[in-house]
């Protein structure tokens, strides 16, 4: 049941826009996405949740990012961790209340951080009100028209409507029971069974999800982190695609069930109810296209305010390759007048400092690789992406360099998709442990006993990575985050500011200038000579030689 406030809607933030012009906070703000379950545990059940989150928060204050992303904590049954929803107006009780929400809200503007919320309108969970009715009341029910539910093929019926496979293995197609008990139609969900896709041919769904938006814009949150935001619309008729081992299209062409151009007429009419509320609150695409310019699609100047850049997440740790990216990004969204996004870890991918451990190979990687040299690549890829020009998003404990915890036993996974065979690789655990904050032992402070249990184990060598080990250490990451941070807030050349100028360089080099600012990159194994005139403003190593520079190294100079 939905949860509800007494309360009037809130009033302007405390960091909303002063009188004048708008500030366009979005174009150059730092974003650092809370994965609620994993982030801080307030009451002890090993399970993270609001009240965690919100006393945390002055240290994501200090940390110097601008705005706060929570991933999911509505009210849902957990098959995929909160990406099933029940209930969009509620908060599950494993996370605390509506009460909660409220107050960390509060508690973020107070602190002049913004609070940005997952929203997840490409399907609900199964658990969710119109699915059951839709259950219940069998063929015919106009419930049924708010989700994909087709007779299926065969002489019984009893093949899939069409050959499209869920995004976590099998077919997109669960055969419904009838209220007599009988078999009957099929619905379509492109992830878990337990996640019906919406059919947002639907007046109905349209109309619910623009009250969804109101009612979190009315709590106070700055915007809307929208998922699988390619995918609300499907091709008309749900044509076969024709092909099997369809995850590996993904990204490469336009799918009749993903980046269809219908969405965009959806973005447009959010954007209205954006544009009417103060404080510039915005709404940030997860969109996963086959080219950079179709993701600009997504933030034309009447749609959706960013969108995520997944082609540069993906992308090897290798000068060629970077440059390519960065200039591809920086022209497809020039046209629309749009700040590119740059990210290199979200809570779906191996996190960076592992990637960057191992030869390339995606964005799932199940190996541990060089621990040292993965966190030597990951300081130095955060300094080149904090440089660019545009909005960046951080991960929660990448800026204590966390690796990905590649040995957990099977039998404390919960990622989805790693109990369907054919589907991913299903190891995103392993990005999701809790992260450490204080203490030599388990849970390292994320819960508030010592020894206390965490919903995913964290491993023995984290305590040396905690916040508060590193708090202090000029050398430790931390520190390294919270310099640069700092740096890019107070120099006018960062953040949105110009374009970049790229400077001749050597090869496996990066070398460009913004005005006053030079940013140095090697991603070589070697030492490079480079002569530079200047003032040393940060080293993702902690010291330069004059004339050279450090092998896998990025350093920032005023000029």
């Known amino acids: 049941m939905t949860q509800n406030l007494a309360d009037t809607p809130r009033p302007l933030s405390a960091v909303a826009t002063p009188a004048g012009e708008p500030s366009r906070w979005w174009r150059d703000a730092v974003i650092y996405q809370v994965y609620p379950r994993s982030f801080a545990d307030a009451n002890g059940d090993g399970m993270g949740d609001l009240p965690g989150v919100r006393s945390r928060l002055p240290y994501l204050r200090d940390l110097g990012v601008d705005a706060v992303w929570l991933s999911p904590f509505y009210a849902s049954p957990q098959a995929d961790a909160g990406y099933d929803v029940a209930d969009y107006r ?52 106009p419930l049924r028209e708010r989700y994909h539910f087709r007779a299926g093929k065969g002489e019984s019926g009893e093949l899939p409507p069409n050959d499209w496979e869920s995004i976590f293995g099998g077919p997109a197609w669960t055969r419904s029971t009838d209220p007599d008990g009988t078999p009957g139609d099929w ?72 980046d269809q151009d219908g969405v965009h007429e959806i973005y447009r009419a959010w954007r209205r109810i954006l544009d009417e509320y103060p404080g510039e609150r915005i709404a940030v695409a997860e969109a996963w296209t086959p080219t950079v310019e179709r993701t600009a699609n997504y933030v034309r100047p009447d749609e959706l305010h960013q969108a995520f850049n997944f082609q540069y997440l993906g992308t090897a740790w ?18 629309v007048d749009a700040p590119a996004t740059w990210v290199l870890s979200n809570h779906d991918v191996t996190r960076h400092a592992t990637r960057f451990a191992n030869p390339p190979g995606g964005t799932q990687i199940r190996e541990r690789g060089d621990r040292e040299l993965g966190l030597r690549r990951a300081r130095a890829a955060t300094l080149l992406m904090l440089a660019l020009p545009g909005s960046a998003y951080l991960y929660q404990g990448e800026e204590l360099g966390l690796p990905d915890v590649t040995d957990l036993p099977d039998e404390v996974r919960q990622d989805p998709s790693f109990f369907r065979a054919s589907g991913q690789d299903g190891f995103r655990d392993g990005c999701r442990v809790p992260i450490p904050w204080s203490g030599e032992a388990a849970p390292y402070g994320f819960g508030p006993v010592e020894g206390g249990p965490s919903w995913l184990p964290q491993p023995a060598e984290w305590a040396g990575l905690s916040v508060e080990a590193q708090t202090g250490d000029p050398t430790s990451t931390l520190e390294l985050y919270r310099s640069a941070l700092a740096i890019r807030r107070a120099d006018p050349a960062l953040g949105a500011g110009g374009e970049l100028t790229w400077l001749p360089a ?19 194994a070697e030492a490079v000579v480079f002569a530079t005139e200047g003032r040393l403003l940060l080293s993702s190593t902690g010291q330069v030689e004059p004339g050279l520079l450090a092998p896998d190294s990025t350093s920032w100079w005023a000029v």
Not at 133 to 141: D, N
């Open 90 to 141: 509620a908060v599950d009780p494993m996370f605390g209340t509506l009460l909660d929400a409220d107050a960390l809200i509060r508690d973020a503007h107070e602190l002049g951080l913004r609070i940005i919320v997952d929203l997840v309108p490409n399907h609900s969970s199964d658990q969710h009100e119109w699915f059951q009715r839709a259950l219940r009341e069998g063929p015919g029910s």
């Open 318 to 335: 290798d000068a060629a390759e970077l440059r390519a990216v960065i200039d591809s990004s920086l022209a497809a969204m020039r046209p």
């Open 187 to 258: 619905y379509l969900h492109l992830f878990a069974p337990e996640q019906p896709d919406f059919n947002w041919d639907s007046p109905a769904v349209a109309d619910e999800f623009r009250s969804i938006l109101r009612f979190w814009l009315d709590m106070g949150v700055d915007g809307f982190r929208v998922d699988v935001a390619h995918g609300l619309v499907k091709a008309p008729g749900l044509p076969d695609l024709g092909s099997h081992d369809q995850l590996k299209l993904l990204g490469n062409d336009v799918m009749p069930f993903f």
């Open 506 to 524: 050597p090869e496996g080099v990066l070398a460009f200038r913004r005005d006053s600012f030079l940013c140095l990159v090697n991603t070589t």
